[in-house]
Structure formats: C-alpha cells, structure tokens
C-alpha cells in the first residue's frame, strides 16, 4: 500500500512537471521557438554532412536545416506528448494496481506499477482524454503567444503522439516484466551457485 502511494505522489510529480515543461515551450513566441528548432535542424544537418562526409557549405547546411525545421517542430509535438501520454499511463496504473504482498521479491514491489492493474480501459480512455484536452487547451494558449497560432492539425498531431505514448507503455507493461522477471531469477540462480 505504501509503494503505491509514493509511486501515485512521485508519477504525480512527474507529469505535473511534463506538462509545465510543454506550457512552457508554448510560451515562447514564433521568433524564439523558431530560433530553437532552426538550431536544432542545422546541428542536425552539421551532424549528418560529417558523418557521411559530405563536407556541405553553411549555406547548404542552412539550407536543408530550413526544409527539414517543419518535420523537426511537429516530430517535437509527437515527442512531447507521447512523453505526456507515458507518464499519465504509469500514473494511472497505480490507481488501478493491485496490493503486493510484502513477501514479493523486490523487483516485483519496484515494478509493481508497470506491470498490474485490473482493467487496461480505467488507463487508456483517461490518458486519451488527458492527453487530447491538453493538447486542445495548448493549442487555445497559443493564440495568446506572440507570433504563435492555435491549429487544429497540431491537435490531432498531439493526439497521434500521445497514442505512441500509450502503445509505447502497453509494450513495456508487456514484455518488461517478463524480462525483469527473468534477470531476477538468473541472478538469484547464478548467486545460488557459487
């Protein structure tokens, strides 16, 4: 009981910062937000011309930094919010989680919060509904941001990232446990044997 109330406190946290973070990156204005992910995009370019060798100009790494700044703003959209979309799932999985007997093992009670719950639908219909509400209200904050414009389409961008969010938990409440599972007892097998 006590596990889970820390997990519900410290995934709480967590996500309240999350979300504080993409407020804040919603604030700046064009100008700013534009100067990030135009650095971005050309240390991109810079990192892939020396990589390859291409030995490209600053004017041709400036370039293709300005065509790709576009998939790099949306691609951070995807990111932020599949982030958000994660956490909100491993918050709400100790709500629906089920009490560990103090017996467990000790990875059992650490990963307690990944790996049971009841009901898969008490985490996703919440986290969609989280997660498209935040990104709609973002989108009404940016009218208000200088330079900066609410869109529809970055909505329905943000909702496509947090389902990767939710996929990307479903994937590791799978298979993690499993595995954690098994380096446990290897561990405990392999110190047996000594």
């Not at 064009?30 to 971005?40: K, N, R």
């Given at each position: 009981m006590r596990q889970r109330h820390i997990g519900k406190v410290i995934t709480g946290i967590i996500t309240i910062i999350w979300m504080a973070i993409i407020?804040?990156?919603?604030?700046?204005?064009?100008?700013?937000?534009?100067?990030?992910?135009?650095?971005?995009?050309?240390?991109?370019?810079?990192?892939?011309?020396?990589l390859f060798h291409l030995e490209k100009t600053q004017l041709e790494l400036s370039a293709q930094a300005k065509a790709m700044q576009l998939m790099i703003r949306k691609g951070a959209h995807i990111g932020e919010y599949a982030l958000l979309a994660f956490l909100l799932c491993l918050h709400l999985s100790f709500y629906t989680a089920k009490d560990i007997p103090n017996e467990s093992s000790g990875s059992a009670r650490v990963f307690s919060g990944l790996n049971r719950f009841a009901d898969i639908r008490q985490i996703i219909l919440p986290v969609v509904v989280i997660t498209a509400g935040y990104a709609a209200t973002d989108e009404f904050h940016q009218l208000f941001v200088p330079g900066r414009a609410g869109k529809l389409t970055d909505v329905f961008i943000d909702s496509l990232g947090g389902s990767l969010g939710i996929i990307f938990y479903h994937i590791l409440q799978k298979y993690l446990p499993p595995v954690l599972w098994h380096i446990h007892i290897k561990a405990h097998y392999t110190k047996g044997k000594r």
């Open positions: 407020f804040a990156f919603s604030a700046q204005p064009a100008q700013q937000s534009s100067q990030i992910s135009g650095g971005v995009a050309y240390r991109i370019a810079e990192w892939q011309s020396n």
